[in-house]
Nanobody, 119 residues
Framework: QVRLVESGGGLVQAGGSLRLSCAVS????????MGWFRQAPGKEREFVAA????????NNADFAKGRFTISRDNGKNTVYLQMNSLKPEDTGVYYC????????????WGQGTQVTVSS
C-alpha cells in the first residue's frame, strides 16, 4: 500500500521560505514519478512541480520557476519542495502525489499540508 505523508507547512511572511517534505512508504521514490500540487481556497487544484523516476528530471509550473525546487532523498525515501520568495498567492494546501507503476496518472495522494503566506 502506497502512503504519502506531508509535513513542513506553516505560516510565513511574504519573502520567506519553507521546505515541505513527503515521506513515502510502499514505493521507492527513485522508481516513481512524484509531484506536488496545491489548492487555494475557492480554486481548483493545480500542478506545482514534478520529479521523474530514474534520472530525476524536474519540471516546474511557470509560477514556481526560479522560486521552488523539487528534490528527493532516495535514502530517506522522501521528496521535498523547497519554496523561496514566497508570496501571499502561494497560500493553500500543498499535496504530495505519486503516479501509478505505469506512470500514466497521479493515483496516490497525501493528506496535504497548509501553507499560509502573510503580506
Amino acid at each position: 500500500q502506497v502512503r504519502l505523508v506531508e509535513s513542513g507547512g506553516g505560516l510565513v511572511q511574504a519573502g520567506g521560505s519553507l521546505r515541505l517534505s513527503c515521506a513515502v512508504s510502499g514505493r521507492t521514490v527513485s522508481s516513481t514519478d512524484m509531484g506536488w500540487f496545491r489548492q487555494a481556497p475557492g480554486k481548483e487544484r493545480e500542478f506545482v512541480a514534478a520529479i521523474s523516476r530514474g534520472y530525476g528530471i524536474t519540471n516546474n509550473a511557470d509560477f514556481a520557476k526560479g522560486r521552488f525546487t523539487i528534490s528527493r532523498d532516495n535514502g530517506k525515501n522522501t521528496v521535498y519542495l523547497q519554496m523561496n520568495s514566497l508570496k501571499p498567492e502561494d497560500t493553500g494546501v500543498y499535496y504530495c502525489t505519486a503516479k501509478n507503476v505505469l506512470g500514466r496518472s497521479y493515483d496516490y495522494w497525501g493528506q496535504g499540508t497548509q501553507v499560509t503566506v502573510s503580506s
